[in-house]
């Protein structure tokens, strides 16, 4: 069965997005505050198929227009989340919401809580999924994103949908390898998504990731459970509590 996102999609364009925020998954214009060129997408163990910027690009970016490489970037991001949701999402009746995706992370993958660690590994919960794999990561790994995959083997039934409740990278600028507190703004911009997710998926449950995510979810109406953050020393309170949500 393949799931209807497409109100999920439509949520998900609508959201503004500041200079200092990165559109993960626009394919319509360039990556928006990205002053860095992602690479661009290859097939899992396969050959690339990116085409680089050449000299003839650069009236192109003088004028505004999509660059290619970010182009490609927002694409592979967003094939690789409807290759996710349309695998986990039909079955799920709970999603698992962080506040924002991480440099380290989402950022790469275009999946909530996965680095390219996860993505790859052979032996992970992704593991017979054909997800396409950036040319140049800006890391290869992302802490919080390993304690989430460890603790979600352990689940029983059906594994929650993972989401971000503001869709877009929120950096300090001028540098995108770092990350922000959303701003109040942009997180009630970015819960008609996760509504429009949980309605495409008929979830009836939010789980937050840390009282940031928890207050950003109901900033915007919505009510969550909230567990300890995996950072900064809450990797084991996070297992605990999402295990006793099984």
Do not use: C
Request: overall charge negative; cysteine-free; hydrophobic content about 45%.
């Amino acid at each position: 069965m393949t799931l209807d996102l497409t109100a999920f999609w439509a949520a998900l364009d609508a959201v503004p997005a500041a200079a200092d925020a990165e559109r993960l998954y626009d394919v319509a214009a360039a990556d928006h505050g990205n002053p860095t060129e992602r690479g661009g997408p290859t097939e899992r163990g396969g050959p690339t198929d990116r085409d680089g910027p050449t000299e003839g690009d650069a009236g192109a970016e003088r004028d505004g227009t999509a660059d290619r490489g970010e182009l490609a970037a927002g694409a592979l991001r967003r094939a690789n989340l409807d290759r996710y949701l349309q695998r986990f999402a039909p079955a799920a009746d709970t999603i698992l919401v962080a506040e924002a995706p991480g440099w380290r992370g989402m950022s790469n993958t275009g999946v909530p809580f996965t680095s390219m660690r996860e993505l790859q590994d052979p032996d992970g919960l992704f593991a017979d999924l054909p997800f396409a794999v950036p040319e140049a990561p800006t890391a290869p790994w992302e802490a919080s994103s390993r304690v989430v995959h460890a603790a979600l083997r352990g689940w029983h039934g059906p594994l929650p949908v993972l989401w971000a409740v503001f869709p877009h990278h929120p950096f300090a600028a001028p540098d995108p390898l770092t990350n922000r507190t959303p701003r109040p703004a942009e997180v009630r911009a970015g819960a008609p998504v996760a509504l429009a997710l949980a309605d495409a998926v008929g979830a009836r449950r939010f789980v937050a990731v840390g009282r940031k995510a928890q207050g950003a979810l109901a900033a915007a109406g919505i009510e969550a459970i909230a567990v300890r953050h995996p950072a900064q020393g809450g990797a084991a309170q996070f297992t605990a509590q999402l295990a006793a949500l099984r």
